[in-house]
């Protein structure tokens, strides 16, 4: 059994955002499955998904602080320029943290740790709505 | 067919360990499948998973001092403070690197390179035994 | 559905470079796939693989150059030196990138964003031809 659908995220500002709720809120066919994958893809190359802490906010904060300081904007070294300083970057962090997840769904929901949620990384400045693609497969 | 066992680690120091053996030693059931994926899922946030050289010792070394200078401790900037200095880090190294794998099973084993081994990478001073889901589907 | 295949990527000059073509070039079965998902795994611990832009080729090279400096070359704490210089960084690059990704086909095609690319990043100075297996599942 596949289920394949395009979620739209509504916009949010730059930085670490928890989007577990607004996600499994579309996917109400996982409750069917008793064993399967679920692979969750963005569909962009400035903004990226991962797993992290999902109780003190602080961490998405101090996530944001880190990619800040380690991919600064307005490098020298920098040549694609034309869409703004915080574009180039935006690419650099999107690879290096990567844009989909495939996470297990077991019991008719997804296998996540008690402390694991799923965070939108928007890294740009006015990223606007982003599009994601969920495709499951279980039975 | 799928196969989806949960798996615990032995407690390992901080730093990055070889656990191909360990974790294909939980795995029988991978002799019978002549194509398929399998996923491994870490469910916690402040270890990873990645997948490295399995020979030279010195490249695990080699990644534990690049990512303890990569994300130092105490950095004026972190909020998430309350569980110790090696907490914050401990997040980010694992958004980095990334908490699951998806490798292609071929022939009944895992479709690695003679030179891929699965290495745990264990982000904080006293993590303890970690959880591992892993999901198998194939033919 | 699966298809699984081995496919050897030519040569190319450490970067960061495109390969949607030449991939796809050998996965003319994808067009028989209403649903899926694709995995595409690199079997080597030098080089790895990601999405990012496919149009601006300053994006690749910006990113070689954030990485060269991210991961530099020839540092004091570095133990693993015996293939050159390059060789550490490259396992550091490879880890932070990561070996494979998983991409889901829709309606015949990879369901890739319009900007979306599917880049190698060769880490070594002359890392040689690199094998890739992709795993494909769908109906």
Redesign the interface.
């Known amino acids: 059994m596949?289920i394949?659908k395009e979620i739209r995220l509504e916009p949010r500002p730059r930085g670490f955002h928890l989007i577990t709720e607004e996600l499994l809120g579309e996917l109400p066919e996982l409750r069917n499955l008793r064993?399967?994958?679920m692979?969750v893809?963005?569909?962009?190359?400035s903004a990226s998904l991962?797993?992290?802490?999902n109780a003190?906010p602080?961490?998405r904060?101090?996530?944001e602080?880190?990619f800040n300081?380690?991919?600064p904007e307005g490098e020298p070294?920098?040549?694609?320029r034309?869409e703004g300083p915080d574009d180039?970057p935006a690419?650099?962090k999107?690879?290096?943290?990567?844009?989909?997840?495939?996470?297990?769904i077991?019991g008719g929901r997804p296998?996540?740790?008690?402390?694991?949620g799923i965070?939108l990384c928007e890294h740009r400045n006015h990223g606007g709505s982003r599009?994601i693609?969920v495709?499951v497969?279980?039975?």
């Open positions: 596949w394949q064993v399967g994958m692979n893809f963005i569909m962009h190359t991962t797993i992290n802490e003190d602080a961490v904060q101090d996530l602080s880190w300081r380690a991919v070294w920098c040549r694609h034309d180039l690419h650099i999107s690879s290096i943290l990567g844009n989909s997840l495939d996470i297990p077991a296998g996540l740790g008690t402390w694991q965070y599009s693609m495709t497969q279980g039975e």
